[in-house]
């Protein structure tokens, strides 16, 4: 089943989540018959982000990140609009599942799945759709040792380029992904991959986290967002150079389909890269909290969940029936769910986000009565999904529609 996101619709979509009191009271009277906890997707925030994020790209087709959604039935909808093209799956079994309805899938990191590359390598149709990234001949050495080239198809793979930037005094800033950093080591690699029997070298990819991944205007850290603006105006143009540099080395040795690179955070200046043809981007469509401070682009919030409140252990607090789901990555405070409405409610430091129950302190919370819902926001985009069947899709104040996640399809591929 496939989501109808109507991108053609004449009628411009109200921003109704920029009025708390009045989306997420409409979010629990449209899902008031079901049982928390209650996934919500609204279609029309929905469909605000990716208009939005094919606006920011202007022009350059985006590759829905998958892990950032990690709901079928959106991917496919998403495919269906203008601006989006291709999937950038996580794993080779990911995009193994979703070949059935996908034509061009690319996986993000290299993979060691043997029994996806035995039934990639030996399926000509799957092999002429899905892509495997490559850093070293580690990973063609480890494909050969599943399949000779002479009992297989050729593998189309994808060499990644280290986007980090290598900062004076501060070393390393980025994300610890392809050892490939200079162009030279990526013309090199380039070279060694075409004349590896069994292998096409089709594209290229390289991922800005510095940019696309950091806020750059956090709500109450200035001084961070500073750093991070400073961080970034000096990252992007050795990026934008050195990019150019790698793809143009790259380019001598194979005709590339494709070049990668970006993220939600950084559409408009991955756009402005000559030398990309695509974006991989997701985090942006369902809005994960974690989104929120940038200065240039804000999500709507088209994904959440509600919790039940469920006991009130004093008239200062409210319990609330699990909500410990927190998101991956560093652990801090940016890692855990949101509460967005009732607003002026707070977790307790000692309790935080529980596995079974979450407890609650502030103006609403005496106020709060068994039954009563609490919604939040989970840090990251495509995680929520982990964490439920299914979700409800609700337009205006009803549910029009239900999808189920990649859990609620039997899938759980990391």
Same mark, same amino acid.
């Not at 709507?300 to 909500?323: C, E, K, Q």
């Not at 840090?379 to 029009?400: I, P, Q």
């Given at each position: 089943?496939?989501?109808?996101?109507?991108?053609?619709?004449?009628?411009?979509?109200?921003?109704?989540?920029?009025?708390?009191?009045?989306?997420?009271?409409?979010?629990?009277?449209?899902?008031?018959?079901?049982?928390?906890?209650?996934?919500?997707?609204?279609?029309?925030?929905?469909?605000?982000?990716?208009?939005?994020?094919?606006?920011?790209?202007?022009?350059?087709?985006?590759?829905?990140?998958?892990?950032?959604?990690?709901?079928?039935?959106?991917?496919?909808?998403?495919?269906?609009?203008?601006?989006?093209?291709?999937?950038?799956?996580?794993?080779?079994?990911?995009?193994?599942?979703?070949?059935?309805?996908?034509?061009?899938?690319?996986?993000?990191?290299?993979?060691?799945?043997?029994?996806?590359?035995?039934?990639?390598?030996?399926?000509?149709?799957?092999?002429?759709?899905?892509?495997?990234?490559?850093?070293?001949?580690?990973?063609?050495?480890?494909?050969?040792?599943?399949?000779?080239?002479?009992?297989?198809?050729?593998?189309?793979?994808?060499?990644?380029?280290?986007?980090?930037?290598?900062?004076?005094?501060?070393?390393?800033?980025?994300?610890?992904?392809?050892?490939?950093?200079?162009?030279?080591?990526?013309?090199?690699?380039?070279?060694?991959?075409?004349?590896?029997?069994?292998?096409?070298?089709?594209?290229?990819?390289?991922?800005?986290?510095?940019?696309?991944?950091?806020?750059?205007?956090?709500?109450? %850290?200035?001084? /961070?967002?500073?750093?991070? #603006?400073?961080?970034? *105006?000096?990252? !992007?143009? @050795?990026? $934008?150079?050195?990019? &150019?540099?790698?793809?143009?080395?790259?380019?001598?040795?194979?005709?590339?389909?494709?070049?990668?690179?970006?993220?939600?955070?950084?559409?408009?200046?991955?756009?402005?890269?000559?030398?990309?043809?695509?974006?991989?981007?997701?985090?942006?469509?369902?809005?994960?909290?974690?989104?929120?401070?940038?200065?240039?682009?804000?999500?709507?919030?088209?994904?959440?969940?509600?919790?039940?409140?469920?006991?009130?252990?004093?008239?200062?607090?409210?319990?609330?029936?699990?909500?410990?789901?927190?998101?991956?990555?560093?652990?801090?405070?940016?890692?855990?769910?949101?509460?967005?409405?009732?607003?002026?409610?707070?977790?307790?430091?000692?309790?935080?986000?529980?596995?079974?129950?979450?407890?609650?302190?502030?103006?609403?919370?005496?106020?709060? %009565?068994?039954? /009563?819902?609490?919604?939040? #926001?989970?840090?990251? *985009?495509?995680? !929520?999904? @982990?964490? $439920?069947?299914?979700? &409800?899709?609700?337009?205006?104040?009803?549910?029009?529609?239900?999808?189920?996640?990649?859990?609620?399809?039997?899938?759980?591929?990391?």
């Amino acid at each position: 089943m496939t989501l109808d996101l109507r991108f053609d619709d004449p009628v411009t979509d109200a921003a109704s989540w920029l009025d708390p009191a009045g989306y997420w009271p409409a979010l629990t009277a449209a899902t008031r018959h079901l049982d928390a906890p209650v996934g919500v997707i609204h279609r029309g925030a929905l469909r605000h982000n990716a208009k939005d994020m094919v606006r920011r790209a202007a022009g350059t087709p985006i590759r829905i990140a998958s892990k950032s959604v990690r709901v079928r039935s959106v991917v496919e909808a998403l495919l269906e609009q203008p601006g989006f093209h291709g999937v950038l799956a996580y794993t080779l079994a990911e995009a193994l599942w979703l070949a059935d309805t996908v034509d061009d899938l690319v996986v993000g990191y290299p993979t060691a799945e043997r029994g996806g590359i035995r039934r990639l390598g030996t399926d000509p149709d799957l092999a002429g759709r899905i892509t495997l990234m490559v850093d070293s001949p580690q990973q063609l050495d480890l494909v050969d040792d599943v399949l000779p080239p002479s009992r297989r198809e050729e593998i189309r793979v994808c060499v990644e380029l280290d986007a980090s930037w290598h900062a004076p005094v501060l070393g390393h800033l980025g994300v610890r992904r392809s050892p490939v950093h200079e162009p030279a080591d990526a013309g090199a690699l380039a070279a060694y991959v075409v004349r590896r029997p069994g292998f096409r070298l089709v594209g290229m990819m390289s991922y800005e986290a510095q940019i696309a991944g950091v806020v750059n205007r956090p709500a109450g %850290r200035p001084v /961070d967002g500073a750093v991070n #603006r400073w961080m970034q *105006s000096r990252s !992007l143009p @050795e990026l $934008l150079e050195r990019r &150019a540099r790698a793809v143009a080395a790259v380019r001598e040795h194979a005709d590339l389909e494709f070049v990668n690179g970006g993220g939600t955070g950084s559409l408009e200046a991955t756009a402005a890269d000559a030398s990309v043809t695509e974006i991989a981007a997701g985090s942006g469509l369902l809005g994960g909290h974690l989104f929120d401070g940038y200065d240039h682009f804000t999500p709507a919030p088209a994904a959440a969940f509600a919790l039940d409140v469920v006991r009130s252990p004093s008239p200062a607090h409210a319990t609330i029936l699990g909500g410990g789901w927190i998101a991956s990555g560093p652990p801090g405070a940016d890692r855990v769910p949101r509460i967005v409405w009732p607003e002026r409610l707070t977790m307790l430091a000692r309790e935080s986000a529980g596995e079974v129950q979450t407890p609650v302190t502030g103006a609403a919370a005496g106020r709060l %009565r068994a039954g /009563d819902r609490v919604w939040f #926001r989970h840090t990251k *985009s495509g995680e !929520l999904s @982990e964490h $439920l069947n299914e979700f &409800a899709v609700v337009d205006g104040d009803e549910v029009v529609d239900s999808v189920p996640t990649y859990r609620g399809e039997g899938k759980a591929f990391l």
